[in-house]
């Protein structure tokens, strides 16, 4: 088995900073991966700020232990770097009362041989791309999402949702935040895909498959989703990792 | 406070606060909305008003339509179920047009936050 991973971020079409941060790396042997996206909140700097120290906490923490942590054990190392990286969040923030209110959600895949944990805060969201169909692999942490759970509204009318943007769990708010971890087992050919709802705003996810079909290299399809995004005028920031199984 | 203004010819005729939980719109002389004009049914359709159950001062005001002869169109789409309005939602009740304008809404920030603990 081998494993291959692209990430790109873009500021979009709108916006004056990339409060999104990414970073995806593979193991030597090509049989362990780690990708996190984190997309930032909280005013010009604030959410630069608390993408980048969240993504950094997480990547360091988890990296070294990537190739030697059995499986029984990681979805408690994901949670610990969670909380590690709330705690870099809280100490960074410390009398610095401009960054008061920044945040980050986050979506991060832990990818060992065949099997893949996949944790959540936020609405940066992981997919599965498997066998010509795309699944969406995480639930968003959002009011409208338990509006649409509870049957008060259709998915159809999250898009016009005036507060759809209100995030029900993310880094920054709670002292000891959750992530949701999701486990599955994956098949050849597969592919993870995470991103941040720059990408959900502006691309619809029927456009997903048939655009990725163009290109054989993973590097061109990530590129390929990001600029299909900007062509569509995304007014927030855009990022996403791939990681395919072979 | 929400209010639904009827329009003729694009000019605000009439307008409906919506103060009240449940509110009926109608020709029959109970409805408190009434609409005495022959294409509208007897008990046309319902608009609810609840407080948002996630999101603290938030109102959310559901329309149902009421099994009605000649139907509820929110935006030009015929109603079937329950839907919830959205400021500037145009609103057909048989042939009478109302704008749902709710001057709340446009005070919720619109970039993302996290609800505090």
């Known amino acids: 088995?081998?494993?291959?991973?692209?990430?790109?971020?873009?500021?979009?079409?709108?916006?004056?900073?990339?409060?999104?941060?990414?970073?995806?790396?593979?193991?030597?042997?090509?049989?362990?991966?780690?990708?996190?996206?984190?997309?930032?909140?909280?005013?010009?700097?604030?959410?630069?700020?608390?993408?980048?120290?969240?993504?950094?906490?997480?990547?360091?923490?988890?990296?070294?232990?990537?190739?030697?942590?059995?499986?029984?054990?990681?979805?408690?190392?994901?949670?610990?770097?969670?909380?590690?990286?709330?705690?870099?969040?809280?100490?960074?923030?410390?009398?610095?009362?401009?960054?008061?209110?920044?945040?980050?959600?986050?979506?991060?895949?832990?990818?060992?041989?065949?099997?893949?944990?996949?944790?959540?805060?936020?609405?940066?969201?992981?997919?599965?791309?498997?066998?010509?169909?795309?699944?969406?692999?995480?639930?968003?942490?959002?009011?409208?999402?338990?509006?649409?759970?509870?049957?008060?509204?259709?998915?159809?009318?999250?898009?016009?949702?005036?507060?759809?943007?209100?995030?029900?769990q993310a880094l920054g708010a709670t002292a000891e935040p959750r992530a949701t971890v999701t486990e599955l087992a994956l098949q050849a050919g597969d592919r993870l895909l995470l991103c941040s709802d720059g990408l959900t705003d502006a691309l619809p996810e029927p456009n997903w498959l048939p655009l990725l079909g163009r290109w054989p290299v993973l590097d061109d399809q990530v590129r390929g989703l990001v600029d299909a995004s900007l062509r569509n005028q995304a007014d927030d920031n855009v990022s996403v990792v791939m990681i395919q199984y072979c | 406070m929400a209010v639904l203004s009827q329009l003729v010819d694009n000019v605000v005729a009439n307008s409906f606060e919506l103060d009240r939980p449940l509110m009926h719109l109608g020709r029959h002389p109970d409805c408190e909305i009434r609409i005495d004009e022959i294409s509208v049914s007897a008990h046309h359709a319902v608009i609810e008003v609840e407080q948002n159950a996630y999101l603290d001062g938030a109102v959310d005001y559901y329309i149902t339509d009421s099994a009605s002869t000649n139907g509820t169109f929110i935006n030009d789409i015929r109603l079937n179920g329950r839907q919830r309005l959205n400021s500037n939602d145009l609103i057909r009740i048989g042939w009478n047009l109302f704008r749902f304008i709710d001057e709340d809404e446009n005070a919720l920030e619109k970039t993302a936050y996290i609800l505090e603990e």
């Open chain 1, 1 to 168: 088995m081998s494993l291959f991973a692209a990430g790109l971020t873009d500021i979009g079409t709108r916006r004056s900073s990339n409060q999104d941060t990414l970073a995806c790396t593979v193991s030597p042997e090509g049989d362990h991966a780690l990708a996190v996206i984190a997309d930032g909140m909280g005013g010009y700097r604030g959410g630069e700020i608390a993408s980048r120290v969240v993504v950094e906490a997480l990547m360091d923490a988890l990296t070294p232990v990537l190739a030697r942590t059995p499986a029984a054990q990681v979805p408690e190392r994901i949670q610990t770097a969670i909380t590690l990286a709330a705690e870099r969040l809280e100490d960074t923030r410390r009398g610095r009362p401009e960054l008061d209110r920044m945040g980050t959600t986050v979506v991060l895949a832990w990818v060992q041989q065949q099997r893949t944990w996949l944790a959540h805060l936020g609405d940066s969201r992981g997919y599965l791309l498997r066998d010509g169909s795309l699944c969406q692999l995480t639930r968003d942490h959002t009011v409208a999402q338990r509006m649409v759970d509870d049957g008060s509204i259709s998915p159809d009318e999250v898009a016009r949702l005036p507060f759809r943007n209100v995030l029900t």
